[in-house]
């Protein structure tokens, strides 16, 4: 297409500048900040179900998915037209008929309303600032803001930023920092995203900020103890590089696509596949890939159960019939947030449809935009950065659950680069 929506908005006067400026930054600090901020793990309040404790959240979502809602209306229609792709579509159907079919139609409604107000307010991140330069000015900022505020609570509240013996959950994590977030695992996982956010400012004229950025956020993933973030990161980082400049279409999937078989043929494959299994424990790894075997057996079984519409999105994990109601429930099957399997998890909450739909819209789809920009030369730091966030994603999905997961700042930085991904092979922007 030859169409540049961000040159056919009228020049927008400077209060509204800054107004799409201010919903970026607001969008980008609530994901990743939430109103939960340092969270005192020691608190018996952990040991509660989230469930009705997320008014602000979806307040605060909604009121944000309005207003970008405006200015994407307003000024940016021919990019809002571009992801109306089948299989975007496609799978936005299907998880409403699985919301008809969820075990708790309440609870999947609710998690579908958040997931529309996400969607909304990602698809907008790309289009609100003015230009290249803003867009690195604006996220280069937000970045700061989180690396500063996670590395003030590691020197200054430790009991609130450093996981302690003291922690009721999990105070074997002891030690490891989790900065402003609740979990060391999302930590990791956050900041291996602002490590790549560090990078595209870097090569995007802010070389100060950037290396700032870059390096801070490496540290902290290492600091962090999460083993799967910081190997994930460095692949990423290495097989990115490597992908930007291979034109052979084999190739390049081979490069992409092959941490993610590994990773599911050892990691879950293990217990689906009995014969993996005994590989996987010959091989120099955590065979229990850090407990998760214990959860992906328990699990795996419950979604064979449903296989078509699923459970329901929200209607499986973290509920009171789980944690109290089953005798095949263990401790940390009972207790846990979600599969550590984003793959798995999907065909739990929307069954294998979902799945399918899933690969087609967030793997297959991006993956043909990222090949088409690369192949263009076209935007180089920005595409780098969107590429990397994506098959971070990928690969950190095959030992976590972002997939769908509400305002996961994960999720939300994956869905931007898959929005990012599909506006750079559709259009030119404003330099």
């Not at 075990?103 to 529309?116: E, G, H, N, W």
């Not at 900065?179 to 802010?206: D, M, P, Q, T, Y």
């Not at 519409?309 to 005798?327: I, K, P, Y």
Request: glycine share 8%; with cysteine; aromatic share 12%.
């Amino acid at each position: 297409m030859t169409a540049r929506p961000t040159e056919q908005r009228e020049e927008a006067g400077l209060g509204e500048r800054e107004l799409r400026a201010a919903l970026f930054c607001a969008i980008l600090l609530v994901a990743w900040i939430t109103f939960k901020p340092f969270s005192d793990l020691a608190s018996p309040d952990t040991l509660e179900l989230a469930d009705g404790r997320d008014v602000e959240l979806y307040a605060a979502f909604g009121l944000m998915a309005a207003a970008s809602a405006f200015f994407v209306w307003r000024s940016d229609r021919a990019g809002l037209a571009s992801l109306a792709t089948p299989f975007n579509l496609a799978l936005a159907g299907w998880i409403a008929v699985t919301c008809v079919a969820s075990a708790d139609p309440t609870t999947s409604l609710k998690r579908v309303v958040m997931q529309i107000c996400a969607a909304v307010c990602c698809l907008a991140l790309f289009l609100l600032p003015r230009d290249r330069a803003e867009l690195a000015r604006l996220v280069g900022l937000v970045a700061l803001v989180i690396v500063g505020l996670s590395y003030f609570g590691v020197l200054f509240l430790p009991e609130l930023s450093i996981h302690q013996a003291t922690d009721i959950g999990e105070p074997q994590l002891a030690g490891d920092w989790r900065g402003l977030f609740g979990h060391k695992n999302i930590s990791s996982a956050v900041f291996s995203i602002l490590s790549f956010v560090g990078l595209f400012v870097l090569r995007a004229g802010r070389p100060t900020e950037g290396w700032l950025i870059f390096v801070l956020s490496l540290v902290f993933v290492f600091a962090s103890g999460g083993k799967s973030s910081t190997a994930i990161c460095l692949t990423t980082i290495l097989l990115s590089f490597v992908a930007a400049r291979v034109r052979n279409g084999a190739l390049w999937w081979m490069i992409v696509v092959t941490p993610l078989a590994l990773l599911t043929v050892f990691g879950l494959g293990s217990v689906v596949f009995p014969q993996m299994k005994a590989l996987a424990a010959a091989l120099p790894l955590d065979a229990s890939f850090t407990g998760r075997i214990d959860i992906w057996t328990f699990a795996v079984p419950k979604a064979l159960e449903k296989p078509i519409f699923g459970h329901g999105l929200g209607a499986f994990w973290n509920t009171a019939e789980l944690r109290f109601g089953g005798d095949d429930t263990n401790v940390w099957a009972g207790n846990a947030a979600h599969a550590h399997n984003g793959y798995l998890d999907a065909v739990l909450a929307v069954g294998l449809p979902g799945l399918v739909l899933l690969i087609a819209a967030l793997i297959v789809q991006p993956a043909g935009d990222a090949r088409r920009v690369l192949a263009r030369g076209d935007e180089p730091a920005l595409a780098l950065m969107f590429l990397q966030i994506w098959m971070f994603g990928l690969y950190l999905n095959a030992l976590e659950t972002i997939y769908f997961d509400r305002a996961n700042p994960s999720w939300i930085a994956f869905l931007f680069a898959v929005f990012g991904l599909r506006y750079l092979a559709e259009f030119k922007i404003r330099r």
